[in-house]
């Protein structure tokens, strides 16, 4: 009676709220409810509200937390709450975890004689949010494959794949807006004459564009995963033969068209949006991750390299012959201006090198720091703090970091903290490869979109830091993915032995099938 008693006067008030409040009133509450139960769906929505960061510091000032940064707290909350109320919480071993822990430990270390201890806390936080999700995923998912659910659809590989999509459409479609839509914009990134660089809710073009590549990458490599799947079949029907092996009879014909539609419709719109970008970085990224795409489509590898360098001559008479939009291609040529390094103390300034000598001039300020501090740094995230004592007279505004996220880290963690970065991605990249060498059908396709994504990120901070507006929190949930991943292919181990499948090995790779 009394539950009764409480819904009508909770009713009532709703009545009299305006429908706005009401709405998110009852949003808010189902958003609660659904995330103590489900605590992964906290963790999707805060891939949504993650980017809208940097727009809500610019209308509600400088809060340490934003609105998906709430929502995440919440959800690590209630994941935590509910494996304590089954009186333990579960750590999923995690090869990945070691090296994570590694630098996590190492940013630590460096903050021992730092000039700002906040600043590197701020950092350090963002790392251990990153091997905090990745943690919730594979629990998920493991609890998922432990109870042996079945489904497709409500596989943990496919419903982590749409929460990266969704949340990387969401902001496609702000940019595609911005650029040609809207109709106006901020001065400074008109382009074309009449366009403008989209941004997204990031307030910057160059992060928004290394965020597009997050989801149109690993969309490619799954469209090149599903496409291997129907080549292979096509072939084994062709000779009369059935599909019944583990990774060619599964999944169904409709489940496979549903998902080739759904990552196509997604990975285009994320495409023109990084267009839409006008980011060099981005591009240089992109071009990065497709060509390791490509090589490694292929199971054998001289194939890939083939493939390789069949793409690589298109994409040259491509540019000889004019087919690439002249803007486009003047851009892409222009980026080596980035990397012509040199002493930017006296160096003249002008409307057209201006960008490049504000990037340089930043670059020697972090290395000057390098030098000073070489082992430890000035302290992880501490650039920004110690730049005062190292700008140049021209350049007096730190800019947050030194737009080379590799000489940053130098610059704020030493070796020592460089080298625990270049041992955590070797790490995810070598997982990464080796897991294309087990897995099969699509899967193997999101394995080598993954892959690409691994190198566009690492191309991409060679110009710029993209550790920022939450982006980590999506590369949480690109770890948790890899680590499904390994999961799936010790599920297609186990699973062989039983399988009476009437294609052997051999055969495959007698009939060629294994290139796939």
């Avoid at 992964?40 to 998906?68: I, R």
């Avoid at 090296?99 to 996590?104: C, M, N, Q, R």
């Avoid at 928004?208 to 989801?215: A, E, K, P, Q, R």
């Avoid at 000779?239 to 196509?264: D, E, T």
Wanted: net charge neutral; charged share 10%; aromatic share 12%.
């Amino acid at each position: 009676m009394g539950f009764v008693f409480a819904a009508l006067l909770l009713g009532l008030l709703l009545a009299r709220l305006p429908w706005l409040w009401g709405a998110a009133l009852v949003g808010g509450t189902a958003v609660f409810l659904i995330t103590i139960i489900y605590p992964l769906v906290g963790v999707g929505l805060a891939l949504l509200l993650g980017p809208l960061g940097a727009l809500e510091k610019v209308y509600f000032g400088g809060s340490p937390l934003d609105s998906g940064q709430m929502l995440l707290l919440f959800a690590v909350g209630a994941w935590l709450a509910r494996s304590m109320s089954r009186r333990q919480i579960m750590i999923r071993h995690s090869w990945l975890s070691v090296p994570l822990a590694v630098f996590i430990f190492v940013g630590a270390m460096t903050l021992l004689d730092a000039t700002a201890v906040t600043l590197g806390l701020i950092e350090l936080v963002k790392w251990i949010e990153i091997l905090v999700v990745m943690l919730m995923v594979l629990d998920w998912a493991s609890e998922w494959f432990d109870n042996c659910q079945q489904g497709f659809f409500t596989s943990p590989q496919v419903v982590v794949l749409a929460m990266l999509l969704l949340a990387g459409v969401s902001q496609a479609l702000v940019g595609i807006w911005q650029f040609g839509l809207r109709g106006d914009g901020p001065e400074h990134f008109l382009v074309l004459g009449r366009f403008y660089r989209a941004y997204g809710t990031f307030e910057q073009p160059n992060p928004f564009g290394g965020y597009m590549n997050l989801s149109v990458l690993l969309g490619m490599g799954v469209l090149l995963g599903v496409v291997a799947v129907w080549w292979q079949r096509f072939l084994l029907y062709g000779k009369g033969r059935q599909a019944n092996s583990v990774q060619l009879a599964r999944p169904a014909v409709n489940h496979l068209i549903l998902l080739f539609v759904g990552v196509a419709v997604a990975t285009a719109l994320t495409g023109m949006a990084l267009v839409f970008s006008w980011s060099r970085g981005a591009w240089l990224g992109f071009a990065a991750g497709t060509a390791v795409i490509i090589l490694f489509w292929p199971r054998r590898l001289w194939q890939g390299v083939m493939l390789l360098l069949v793409a690589s001559l298109l994409l040259f008479g491509g540019l000889q012959a004019g087919l690439v939009p002249a803007s486009v291609a003047d851009r892409l040529v222009s980026f080596q201006d980035n990397f012509q390094f040199g002493d930017m103390r006296g160096a003249p300034i002008n409307d057209e090198n201006y960008a490049v000598v504000e990037r340089l001039a930043h670059w020697q300020a972090a290395l000057d720091m390098a030098r000073d501090d070489l082992w430890l740094g000035v302290g992880f995230g501490n650039y920004g703090a110690a730049y005062p004592d190292y700008m140049l007279i021209n350049w007096p505004d730190a800019l947050g970091h030194a737009h080379n996220y590799y000489i940053n880290l130098l610059a704020e963690t030493g070796v020592i903290g460089l080298g625990a970065y270049v041992l955590l991605w070797t790490a995810v990249v070598w997982q990464t490869i080796a897991l294309l060498g087990r897995l099969g059908g699509w899967e193997r396709g999101l394995a080598l979109g993954a892959l690409g994504v691994w190198v566009a990120i690492a191309v991409h901070h060679l110009v710029d830091k993209l550790y920022v507006n939450n982006i980590y929190v999506h590369l949480g949930v690109l770890f948790g993915l890899l680590q499904i991943l390994v999961l799936v292919a010790r599920q297609f181990t186990k699973d062989l032995p039983a399988m009476n499948a009437i294609i052997s090995a051999q055969d495959l790779r007698r009939e060629g099938l294994d290139s796939l």
